[in-house]
C-alpha cells in the first residue's frame, strides 16, 4: 500500500489501473486457471508489486535522466532522512492493521494449541469476523472524511480568528466534534440494521449471530478511535496515537488469548471490545485535550 501511495503520486492513474488489472488477473486465475482463493490472491499481489517496483525503477531512470533548463536539478531526499520520518507512519501502519486482526491470530493460535502454527482451521469464527468486519471497511472512508472536514474547519476558523475570538474556537470545535460523531453513530445505526437483517436471512446459530454483533459494536468503537487518530495526525501528535494503538494492541492480544484458550475461541472477539474501548476513551480525551487548546495546537 506505501508502493501504490508513492506511485500515485508520481502517475495519476497507475496506481487504480494496476488494481483493477489485477482484480481481472485474480478473476482470470480463479475461474480459468482453476487456482485456490489464496494461490490468486498470492499471484495476483506479486504482479501488483512487480508491476510498482517496475514503475518505480522507471521513474528514478527518467528523473536522472532529466536536464534541468535551469539551474542545478533538485536533489532527491536522503534515504537516512526519509526512513526516520517515514519509519513511525510504518509503525502506526502494522499497528492499525494489527489490532484489527489480533483477535483472529488469537483464535487460531488457540485452535493449533501453539504458537508455532498461527493459521487455525476455525472458519466459523473467522466467517463471523468478516461480516463483522464489513461493517468496518464501510464506516472507515466516512470517519476519515469526518476527521478532514473537522480539520479543515479547525484550520479556516484559526486563520481568521482574532485575539477575541480565541476562547471561542475551542467551543465550536467541541461543537463540530460532537456533531460529526453523531452521524458516525447514526451511520453506523443504518450499518447495523443492514447487518441484523443479513443475519435473520442466513439462518445462523445463535452464537455466531452474538459474535458477529458483538465484534460490529468492537468496531464500531475502533472506527471512533480512528476518528480521533486522523485528527491527532493532523496535529502531528503521531507518538501519542502509536501509545494509545499499541496499548490497544497489546489488551486485545491478552485478552483474546487467555479467553479463548480457557474458554472456547469465540471469546477471542472480547480482546477486541476491551481493546478497543481504551482505544477509544483513551484517543477521545486525547482528542478533546487538543481541542480545548486549539489556537495552540494550531500554532
Known sequence: WMLFAIVGLQYRFAAPTILIGITCCFFIFRVFLKLSALQAQVSTISIALISLVVLLIFNQIKYRSIKPKFGKLVSLPSLSALIYLLAPYFLYGIVYFGFI?????VANI??????????????????NMDLALLNLLLIVPLVEYFSYKLIIYWYDRAKRMTLAEADGLSWQLQKKYWSLLGRILLYFGLLMSMTIVLLSILHRSYNDNIVTIVACFGYLLFAIGLFNTVILLSLNRLDDVLGILATAMVVDFIIGYLLSSLFGVYLAVIGLIVGAIIFAITSTQQTLKAIDRAEYCYF
Open 101 to 105: 486482526f489480533a483477535d483472529r491470530l
Open 110 to 127: 488457540a485452535t493449533a494449541g501453539h504458537f508455532m502454527l498461527i493459521s487455525g482451521n476455525n472458519l466459523e469464527y473467522q466467517n
